[in-house]
């Protein structure tokens, strides 16, 4: 079992930038496939963008490409999204998830095939 724990949200003016980490606790991390995901009121929650357990394979939805970077560092069991330019639609709760059994260049989109979740991390985005 992981436990993740979100932290880096925030209130940023459209244009600026902010950084998301979220970091998990246990001894198998790095055998973890991770993402990023946001979800508003009423919404379902969306996938933002996912990593493979390596680092070297990385997934992002449409409306963030170009500007969010994610990435993670096993040796601190932490994942991070680096998010630039935000505009006011970015504004969410965002949830980081771990899989485990992942495949080793698998990334996941699904909420669903996510087995645990962090207590997500507001982020609000003023025009």
């Known amino acids: 079992q992981v436990q993740l724990v979100e932290s880096g949200g925030g209130l940023v003016q459209a244009g600026g930038s902010l950084r998301l980490s979220c970091v998990a606790s246990?001894?198998?991390?790095?055998?973890?496939?991770m993402g990023w995901f946001r979800q508003v009121p009423g919404k379902e929650r969306d996938i933002v963008a996912s990593?493979?357990?390596?680092?070297?394979?990385?997934y992002y939805a449409n409306s963030v490409k170009g500007r969010f970077t994610i990435s993670r560092d096993n040796a601190k069991n932490t994942m991070y999204l680096q998010m630039n330019s935000l505009k006011p639609e970015d504004t969410a709760v965002y949830y980081c998830?771990?899989?485990?059994?992942?495949?080793?260049?698998?990334?996941?989109?699904?909420?669903?095939?996510?087995?645990?979740w962090g207590q997500g991390t507001q982020v609000t985005v003023s025009s």
């Open positions: 246990g001894r198998t991390f790095s055998s973890y496939a």
């Open positions: 990593i493979n357990w390596s680092g070297d394979n990385t």
């Open positions: 998830g771990a899989r485990g059994g992942a495949k080793f260049f698998q990334t996941y989109s699904s909420a669903g095939a996510y087995a645990y």
